[in-house]
């Protein structure tokens, strides 16, 4: 296994510049492009900046323009917790100022993230039809934002499967997570089976791009209860923000672990066979 140490700061920088300068690229043309709202049929697509970001660094890989060497891939894949967090120290500074909405938003908000684990049983099984091993087990314990990929990265480490999984889904979930979200929120609210409120509840699950992509299309969809949606889904995203990363630890991996460990045996031929 290839191993990353540099002698110093400057040795790393020397050796890894293109990847950071080729982040900061994509990130200054994803801001300028912002986002991008396509209606289509009752629904709305929107692309967020993270999508277009993904995009330039699938492009610029050793299997396309070959900008970036294989080599270099796996240098930036330690890089990937380090990025992160910021974002996690924001998320305990913004939970610690928000503590009086969590405590006052009630049961319906705290026992929501019961619901997000119920996706387990259905992801786990087809993950492993699929021919995923171990990778199943990060791929499926949650919605793999931020929290759960270093969380997942700090349990098994930056090179084990399963944060191979979990960062599939986290690239994944950035470039058509987002689309979904706003399109499939668009279609129920369409319904007119859900109450607004219950709707911008259910935005915040745990992923701030998808959360605004939710948000967005319900402040459009309604307008007269904008500032009410937007506050119950930044309450809800706080707070799964917070417990999330609990049931993921006591709940979630010990899950997927026991689920894993009787249904690959049974399940995991099939996975074979595909390829």
Request: aromatic letters at 10%.
């Amino acid at each position: 296994m290839d191993k990353y140490m540099y002698p110093s700061l400057k040795a790393r920088i020397q050796a890894e510049y293109k990847i950071y300068l080729l982040a900061f690229l994509f990130i200054a043309i994803a801001d300028k492009i912002g986002q991008i709202k396509i209606p289509f049929g009752l629904g709305t697509f929107i692309l967020f900046p993270i999508f277009y970001s993904l995009i330039l660094g699938i492009l610029s890989g050793p299997q396309v323009a070959k900008i970036i060497k294989s080599k270099e891939v796996k240098a930036a894949s330690k890089l990937v917790i380090v990025a992160i967090c910021p974002f996690i120290a924001k998320l305990g500074i913004n939970a610690g100022a928000s503590i009086e909405t969590v405590i006052s938003a009630g049961p319906a908000l705290l026992l929501q993230e019961f619901g997000n684990l119920g996706t387990i049983f259905l992801a786990m099984p087809l993950a492993l039809m699929l021919g995923l091993k171990r990778e199943a087990i990060g791929a499926t314990h949650s919605i793999n934002r931020e929290t759960n990929l270093a969380l997942i990265t700090d349990l098994y480490g930056p090179d084990s499967p399963e944060t191979r999984g979990s960062l599939s889904i986290y690239v994944v979930g950035g470039m058509i997570g987002t689309i979904y979200f706003g399109f499939m929120v668009s279609i129920i609210a369409s319904l007119g089976i859900f109450h607004p409120y219950a709707l911008g509840m259910s935005s915040g699950v745990g992923a701030g791009i998808m959360m605004a992509s939710a948000t967005a299309v319900l402040t459009e969809i309604y307008p007269a209860m904008a500032d009410q949606i937007s506050a119950l889904a930044s309450a809800s995203e706080t707070i799964s923000g917070i417990d999330g990363i609990y049931m993921a630890i006591f709940i979630g991996i010990p899950l997927c672990n026991w689920l894993y460990d009787r249904l690959e045996p049974v399940l995991g031929h099939l996975g074979h066979k595909k390829q």
